[in-house]
């Protein structure tokens, strides 16, 4: 059973930059395929945020998060990480780690992930 725990939330003021990490177990080469963040804003459905593959490709990420965000993952470490920067008020939300067993025929979509983390609170202020 593959398990994700998410770190690395916090408050921070609005232009300010915070790094969230999703450490991975019970993960096997062929358990998991593709990463993903998530968030939830009190009151919205839960939203794409970013998604990288374990194996080589390019991630992907929302607009919100273009130019902003990075997804990263160390596999050595079993480990995603998401850098984001220049965060704004209506970034705040819950943001989780998602992991998807197969390959993704739409990324952006919550129901292709399989796993999901129990969720870190990001809060920015104005």
């Known amino acids: 059973q593959v398990q994700l725990v998410e770190s690395g939330g916090g408050s921070v003021q609005a232009g300010g930059s915070l790094r969230l990490s999703c450490a991975v177990s019970?993960?096997?080469?062929?358990?998991?395929?593709?990463m993903g963040w998530f968030r939830q804003a009190p009151g919205k459905e839960r939203e794409f945020v970013a998604t990288?593959?374990?194996?080589?490709?390019?991630?992907n990420y929302a607009d919100s998060a273009k130019g902003r965000f990075t997804i990263s993952r160390d596999n050595a470490k079993s480990t995603v990480y998401l850098q984001m920067n220049s965060l704004k008020p209506e970034d705040t939300a819950v943001y989780y780690c998602?992991?998807?067993?197969?390959?993704?025929?739409?990324?952006?979509?919550?129901?292709?992930?399989?796993?999901w983390g129990q969720g870190t609170q990001v809060t920015v202020s104005s």
């Open positions: 019970g993960r096997t080469s062929s358990s998991s395929y593709n």
């Open positions: 998602a992991a998807s067993k197969y390959p993704l025929a739409t990324y952006y979509s919550r129901l292709e992930y399989d796993y």
């Open positions: 990288i593959r374990w194996s080589r490709g390019s991630p």
